[in-house]
């Protein structure tokens, strides 16, 4: 996950940098709005932390000029205090999130990892859960190197069980969200899907993903 930092402040910028990259994220920074604008544009970052007051272009402008150029780039902003001005500039000109300065830290990774996820979805990227790895764009699938060839149903029932993984989910649950008729029924079919997704997805592997629930229905979870 590529985050850029755009902040003059240096002592501001090192602090969000250490926190973030303890965390595991790939930072960069800049100290001014042209440059942070053109590095936002050619970074392929995840997420923009943007301080409004800026040298050379503030903020405001960064954020106007990256959507106008066509990036969907999460942009959280940073404001000073009182400056509801800005911050209402700001979230039109289309940032997605602000924190007012000073900011606890656990404030801004909360901030940080909601706008990543939302992202995420937006794009598109690849779900995950343990090795598992889907496209929702392609329908590709991998559990670890290896990829697996699912029929379009099977895909619907797995990325629908990625996405609620560690959830039990009933033969309800997963009939309303996977089938487009009512499944009442013939609720045996879900069994039936369930255990072609067991023999592709878990079949070989030594840790199995796919789990009964007795009496309740399946869950995805590791062991
Ligand atoms: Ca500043």
Same mark, same amino acid.
């Given at each position: 996950m590529k985050i850029l930092i755009v902040e003059d402040e240096k002592k501001v910028a090192s602090f969000?940098?250490?926190?973030?990259?303890?965390?595991?994220?790939?930072? %960069?920074? !800049?100290?001014?709005? $042209?440059?942070? =604008?053109?590095?936002?544009?050619?970074?392929?970052?995840?997420?923009?932390?943007?301080?409004?007051s800026l040298p050379k272009k503030d903020g405001i402008a960064v954020v106007n000029e990256l959507r106008? %150029?066509? !990036?969907?780039?999460? $942009?959280?902003? =940073?404001?000073a205090r009182d400056t509801t001005e800005d911050v209402v500039a700001g979230l039109d000109a289309g940032s997605d999130d602000y924190l007012t300065k000073p900011f606890a830290f656990a404030e801004l990774q909360a901030r940080v990892r909601a706008l990543i996820r939302r992202g995420e979805q937006d794009r598109g990227a690849e779900i995950r859960f343990a090795d598992l790895r889907l496209d929702p764009v392609s329908h590709q699938v991998w559990r670890g190197q290896t990829e697996i060839a699912l029929t379009a149903k099977e895909y619907a029932l797995l990325a629908y069980m990625v996405r609620n993984a560690e959830?039990?989910?009933?033969?309800?649950?997963?009939?309303?969200?996977?089938?487009?008729?009512?499944?009442?029924?013939?609720?045996?079919?879900?069994?039936?899907?369930?255990?072609?997704?067991?023999?592709?997805?878990?079949?070989?592997?030594?840790?199995?993903?796919?789990?009964?629930?007795?009496?309740?229905?399946?869950?995805?979870?590791?062991?």
């Open positions: 969000i940098k250490r926190g973030l990259a303890d965390e595991n994220y790939d930072v %960069a920074v !800049s100290h001014d709005g $042209v440059d942070g =604008l053109k590095q936002a544009l050619n970074g392929d970052f995840n997420l923009v932390i943007l301080d409004v106008a %150029a066509g !990036s969907r780039v999460p $942009v959280l902003m =940073l404001t959830n039990v989910l009933s033969r309800a649950n997963i009939a309303d969200n996977c089938w487009e008729y009512p499944f009442e029924t013939f609720t045996n079919i879900i069994d039936v899907y369930i255990n072609y997704l067991r023999k592709k997805v878990d079949g070989k592997f030594p840790t199995k993903l796919i789990h009964t629930v007795r009496g309740k229905g399946y869950i995805l979870k590791e062991g």
